[in-house]
C-alpha cells in the first residue's frame, strides 16, 4: 500500500489555474520522469458548462447543487505526465465560474498546442463553445467523452474541431499528443476519429495502471456537494456494471467490470485525506457494490488504518446485503445513493430494472437501520407514465426512510433501449440527436409525458417539503455544515422555480 504521501496544501487559490509541470509534488512510488523524455506540447484538457450559461447563471447552478470533479480528465492528465507531457492544464469552467468568453481568455493566456474537450450528449452544445475558443486559439483540437461513442463522425461537421476521440481518453491523447510533437499527421491510433480516418474505439484500460487521476492545478476548494461537508473529493474504485437498464447509457467500457484493489483504493482515500484535507469522498462507481468481497476487504483496510474519513457511494438495491451495510457504516458510509427509480412495478419491469418494490423497501430500511443515510434517484415522466403511476413513485419516496431523492425527468438518450421506444412510440423524432449534433437543436429533447417538468417539482415539493423531513434537513444541516446552501435549496423549492436547470 502507498503511504507516507506528503502534506501540501489544499488547492490553488479560486480563479487561478496551474499546469502539472512543477506544481505537483511528486509521489514517492512516481519518480519524475528523466528530463530527456519531458515533452514541449502544451496541452489543456477542458470540462465547459454545458448549458450555455452566463457566469451568473453559474454562480446560481454552484450555489444550489455543488460543483462536482470530472475524474475523466485527471485520469487523462496522469496519463499525459507518464507519457513525459508536464505542460498539461485542466481548465474545469463550472468550478472556476468561467464563461466562454473567460475559457478563451484563460486558453490565449496558455497558448495551447492541443486542447481536449470532454462531452456528455446533452452537454454537447457547451462543449462545442469550448471548441471553438480554443480553436481561436490556433491550438489543435480534439473532442472526446462518453458522447462521442455514439456520435464519433457526426461531431466532425463543427469546424473548430480537429478530431474525434472514442473510448479511452487515457491512451488516446497520449498517442495523438506524441504524433503532434513529432510534427506528423496523426494515423492508425486507435479511438482517434479524423477527417479522413476512422480508429475504432480505445479498449479499456485498468484505472490501477494509469495512477491516481492529477488533481494539482485543479480548484480544489471550489469543489463541493450540498450533501458533504468540505473539502470534498471523489473518486472511482471500479467502472463498469453487467445490468441492462432500459434508460441508462453504456459505453463499450462499461459493459465489462474492472476493479481496483482495495490497497490502490484505500490509498487514495488517505492522499485525499491527508494531502487535500478531504472530509468526505463520493465514489463514482456505477455500482459500487458489485463485488462484495472487494467492498468488505476495503472496509478492513480502513478500519486497520483508522482512516476516519466520510464516504458515500451508489449501489443497487439487491446489492446490499445486511452484514455488508454494517461493515461499510463501520468503515464511515455516511450515504448509500440507490438507483430506485420508480415506483410502480410494470414501469419497473419496463426499465429492465431487475428489481421490485420489496427489494427497496428492504435494501432502504437495512441501511437506515445499519445508520446509513439513503439518497434515492427516481425517474418521473417515462413513456406513457400515468398520473396514478406518477404517484405511486412520490408515494414510494416519501414512505422510504430516504433522507434526499433526486426525481430526474426520463431522458431517452442516444443508443439506449429507451431511445428506441420512443422513437417507436412516436414521442420522439428518429433524428433529434443527429440533428442535435448537427447544431440544429438547441433545446432539450420533448418529455415523453407532456407534463414530465411540472411531475418532477411537484415529487420534489412532495419530498423535501413534509414535517418528518425537518430532523434529517436539520441533522443534515449540523453534520455537513451546509446551513446557508441547503436553506437556499428549500428556499427555490418553496418558491416553485425549476429544479431542472441541470436536469437536461
Ligand atoms: C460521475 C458522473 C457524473 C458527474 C460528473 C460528470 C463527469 N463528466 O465526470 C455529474 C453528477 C456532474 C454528472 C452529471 C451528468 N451526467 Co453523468 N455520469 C457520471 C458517471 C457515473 C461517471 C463518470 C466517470 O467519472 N467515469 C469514469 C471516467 C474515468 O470516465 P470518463 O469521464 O467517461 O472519461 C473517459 C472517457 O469518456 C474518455 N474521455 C473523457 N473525456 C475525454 C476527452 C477527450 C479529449 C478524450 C480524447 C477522451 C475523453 O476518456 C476517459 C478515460 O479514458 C457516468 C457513468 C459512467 N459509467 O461513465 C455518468 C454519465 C457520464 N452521465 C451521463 C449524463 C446523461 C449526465 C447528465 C446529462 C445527467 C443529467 N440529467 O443531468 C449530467 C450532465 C453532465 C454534463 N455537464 O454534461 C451519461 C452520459 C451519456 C451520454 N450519452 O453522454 C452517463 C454515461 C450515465 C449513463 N450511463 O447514462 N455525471
Ligand atoms: S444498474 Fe445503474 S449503471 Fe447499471 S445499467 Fe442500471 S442504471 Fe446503468
Redo the contacts with the bound molecule.
Keep these: 500500500m502507498r503511504k507516507a504521501l506528503p502534506v501540501i496544501g489544499t488547492g490553488t487559490p479560486a480563479g487561478k489555474i496551474s499546469g502539472g509541470c512543477g506544481t505537483a509534488t511528486p509521489s514517492p512510488e512516481r519518480p519524475a520522469l528523466p528530463r530527456w523524455r519531458k515533452r514541449k506540447l502544451r496541452i489543456a ?1 477542458v ?1 465547459h ?3 450555455c450559461l452566463n457566469t451568473r447563471q453559474i454562480a446560481r447552478v454552484q450555489k444550489r447543487a455543488g ?7 485527471g ?2 492528465h496522469t ?1 499525459l505526465k507518464s507519457a513525459g507531457f508536464h505542460d498539461v492544464v485542466q481548465i474545469d469552467t ?1 468550478a472556476l465560474g468561467l464563461d466562454s468568453e473567460g475559457l478563451r481568455s484563460l486558453l490565449t493566456d496558455f497558448g495551447p498546442d492541443l486542447v ?8 454537447l452544445p ?2 462545442i463553445e469550448a471548441c471553438s475558443a480554443a480553436k481561436s486559439t490556433g491550438a489543435r483540437v ?9 456520435y464519433s463522425h457526426e461531431n466532425l461537421v463543427h469546424d473548430s474541431i480537429d ?3 472514442v ?7 497520449p498517442e ?1 499528443a506524441e504524433a503532434l510533437e513529432r510534427g506528423e499527421e496523426p494515423e492508425g491510433i486507435r ?1 482517434l476519429v479524423t477527417r479522413k480516418h476512422h480508429g475504432g474505439a ?1 479498449p479499456m ?1 485498468n ?1 490501477e495502471d494509469v495512477g491516481w ?1 492529477e488533481r494539482s492545478g485543479l480548484p480544489m476548494d471550489r469543489y463541493y456537494s450540498i450533501m458533504a461537508p468540505r473539502p470534498f473529493a ?1 473518486m ?1 474504485s471500479s ?3 453487467p445490468f441492462k437498464c432500459s ?5 463499450a ?2 459493459k465489462k467490470s474492472m476493479y481496483r484493489t482495495p490497497e490502490d483504493v484505500v490509498g487514495e482515500m488517505v492522499e485525499l485525506k491527508e494531502r487535500w484535507g478531504v472530509k468526505e469522498i463520493m465514489f ?3 455500482v459500487f457494490t458489485l463485488h462484495r468481497g472487494r467492498v468488505r476487504e476495503i472496509c478492513e483496510l480502513i478500519g486497520k488504518i483508522d482512516l476516519k474519513v466520510r464516504w458515500e457511494a ?1 449501489t443497487r438495491v439487491d446489492l446490499v446485503p445486511e452484514p455488508l451495510l454494517k461493515a461499510m457504516a463501520g468503515a464511515g458510509c455516511v450515504r448509500l445513493r440507490f438507483g430506485i427509480e420508480h415506483g410502480d412495478s410494470e414501469i419497473l419491469d419496463r426499465m429492465r430494472k431487475e428489481s421490485d418494490i420489496g427489494k427497496i423497501e428492504r435494501a432502504v430500511t437495512s441501511a437506515h437501520e445499519a445508520g446509513i443515510k439513503g439518497f434515492g434517484y427516481f425517474i418521473v415522466g417515462w413513456l406513457d407514465e400515468s398520473r396514478e403511476q406518477f404517484r405511486r413513485t412520490v408515494d414510494l419516496a416519501c414512505r422510504l426512510p430516504l433522507d434526499y431523492a433526486s426525481f ?1 425527468t426520463a ?1 431517452p ?4 433501449p429507451l431511445h428506441t421506444e420512443a422513437v417507436a412510440a412516436g414521442r420522439i423524432p428518429a433524428d433529434y440527436w443527429d440533428r442535435f449534433v448537427r447544431g440544429e437543436f438547441d433545446s432539450r429533447i420533448g418529455y415523453l409525458v407532456p407534463d414530465a417538468q411540472e411531475r418532477a417539482q411537484k415529487a420534489y415539493r412532495s419530498f423535501f417539503m413534509r414535517r418528518s423531513m425537518i430532523k434529517p434537513l436539520l441533522s443534515h444541516m449540523a453534520g455537513t455544515g451546509q446551513w446557508r446552501n441547503t436553506l437556499d435549496g428549500l428556499r427555490s423549492l418553496h418558491r416553485s422555480t425549476s429544479n431542472t436547470d ?3
Design positions: 484538457l470540462r458548462h454545458d448549458l460543483v462536482l470533479p470530472h475524474l475523466g480528465l485520469y487523462i496519463a463550472p481536449g474537450v470532454s462531452t456528455t450528449t446533452p452537454g457547451g462543449a480534439i473532442l472526446g467523452g462518453p458522447h462521442t461513442e455514439v478530431y474525434i476521440g473510448g479511452e481518453g487515457i491512451t488516446i491523447m495523438l479511438g480505445a484500460v484505472l487521476p471523489t472511482i467502472r463498469g456494471c434508460f441508462c447509457f453504456k459505453q467500457v462499461d463514482y462507481d456505477d451508489p430526474y431522458t438518450l442516444p443508443g439506449t441541470r436536469d437536461f
